[in-house]
C-alpha cells in the first residue's frame, strides 16, 4: 500500500495544510551493497520505514531526497552507487527551499547510512544560512543499536539491518541467498578504526572493513520482532525530536537569539 505520509502520494491541499504546521522530515539513503541477503537499498528502506513511522506520530509531510547516497567505497560491488557530497547538499538544499516557502521551520532528517553523516551536517549547514529552517537529525543505526544493543549488532548487512528491511518489507530479505561474509571479530575491529573519534582514517574501499563486504549475524531476528523493535525506535526518533526542538526553543527564548 502507498504510505499516505509521502509527500509525493499526498494531494496538494492536504500537502499545503500539512506544511503550514511548520514541520516535514526528509529522508536519506544509500544504494549499496549488502550481501546476498539484503537489498542494495537497505539503508534507504530502513530510514523510510522510520521516517514514515515518525511522520505518523507527528503529522508530518516525508520527502525522500534520493535512493542514493555518499558510499564511494562501496564501489566496487556492481549495482553499488554514490553520490558526490555536493550534489547530495544540493538536493537537500533545493528540496528545502520549497519547504520552507510552504511554512516548513523544522525539517527533521532521517539517516540510516553512516557514510552520508559529515554531508548531512554540511548540508544542514547550507539550509540554514539559506532558508528560514532548523535542521535536526536523526541517526537511526545509532539508535537502533544504542536501545538494543545484545539483539542489534552494529555490523554492515548483520541483525540490525536485517530487521530493518524485515519491518519494512520481508519480502526483500533473501536468506537463502546469502553468500559467505567476515567473521564479525574482524569486521567490527576494522570498522573501529574508521569510527575512532580521536585520530580516524576515512574509508576508500569497504574491504578495508570486510573482504567480503559483509559481517554479523542476520538470521537472528523475526519479522514480528523487527516490527516491534522498528516501532519502538520511530517512538525514541519521535520522543527526542520533540524534547530537542523545545530545548532549542527555550534556549533561544533566554538568550535572545533567532528563533
Ligand atoms: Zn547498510
Known sequence: MADEWLLENMSQPRAAALLAKGRAILVTGS????GGHLPLGTDFHAASTIATRVAARIEAPVLRVSPVGVAPYHLPWQGSLTL???TLIDLMLDVSGGLAAAGVRTLLVVNWHEGNTPTIRLA????????????IVAETH???????PDEMEFTHAGAMETAAVLAHDESLVTMSEMLDGDPVELGT???ALFRRRDVFPVMTDFREVAGSGWYGSPGSVSADRAREIIDAVADHVTAAFEEVASALAERVAVIGGPA
Not at 31 to 34: I, N, R
Not at 142 to 148: D, S, V
Request: hydrophobic fraction near 35%.
Open 31 to 34: 544504494v549499496e551493497q549488502h
Open 84 to 86: 558526490r557530497p555536493r
Open 124 to 135: 544542514a549547514d547550507e539550509i540554514q544560512r539559506a532558508h528560514p529552517v532548523r535542521v
Open 142 to 148: 545509532i539508535i537502533t543499536n544504542g536501545m538494543f
Open 189 to 191: 575491529d576494522g570498522h
